[in-house]
C-alpha cells in the first residue's frame, strides 16, 4: 500500500517539473519574439543594401542620425549595411542553436513530468484499491 508520504512527495517533484517545463517554455517564446525581430531588420536590411546597389557611384546617401539626415559615404554605408546583416545573421544562428538546446530541453521536461503522472496516477489507483 503507498503511503500519503509519498503521493505528496511526488505531488510537489511533479510541481516543481511542471514549474520548470513553464520556464523553459517561456524561454522558447522569448527567442520566438527575438528572432522575429532579428528576421525582421535583416529583411529591412537586405531591402537597403538592394537599394544601395541600384545607385550610381557619386549619389547622395544620407543616414538618419536622431531627427538629422546626415550625408554618408556611399561605400560607408554599404559597408555599414553589410556589417549589419553580418551581425543579425549571426544573431539568428546563435538563436537557432539556442533554440535547438531549449527544445531538447523542453521533450526532456515533458517525458519526465509524464512518467511522474503515470507513477502518481498508479499509486493513487492502488491506494483506491486498499
Not at 13 to 27: G, I, M, P, R, W
Not at 41 to 66: F, H, R, S, T
Not at 76 to 87: H, Q
Not at 114 to 120: A, D, E, F, I, V
Request: proline share 1%; net charge positive.
Amino acid at each position: 500500500m503507498a503511503s500519503s508520504s509519498a503521493v505528496r512527495d511526488l505531488q510537489r517533484e511533479l510541481e516543481n517539473k511542471a514549474n520548470d517545463l513553464s520556464k523553459l517554455q517561456k524561454e522558447i517564446a522569448k527567442n520566438h519574439q527575438v528572432r522575429k525581430k532579428y528576421t525582421i531588420q535583416l529583411g529591412e536590411n537586405e531591402l537597403v543594401l538592394k537599394e544601395l546597389d541600384l545607385l550610381k557611384e557619386d549619389a547622395n546617401v544620407y543616414k538618419l542620425i536622431g531627427p538629422v539626415l546626415v550625408k554618408q559615404d556611399m561605400a560607408e554605408a554599404n559597408a555599414n549595411v553589410r556589417k549589419r546583416i553580418d551581425y543579425i545573421t549571426a544573431e539568428l544562428k546563435r538563436l537557432d542553436g539556442t533554440l535547438q538546446d531549449l527544445d531538447e530541453k523542453q521533450n526532456s521536461k515533458k517525458d519526465a513530468v509524464l512518467k511522474l503522472q503515470q507513477r502518481l496516477q498508479s499509486l493513487q489507483a492502488g491506494k483506491a484499491k486498499a
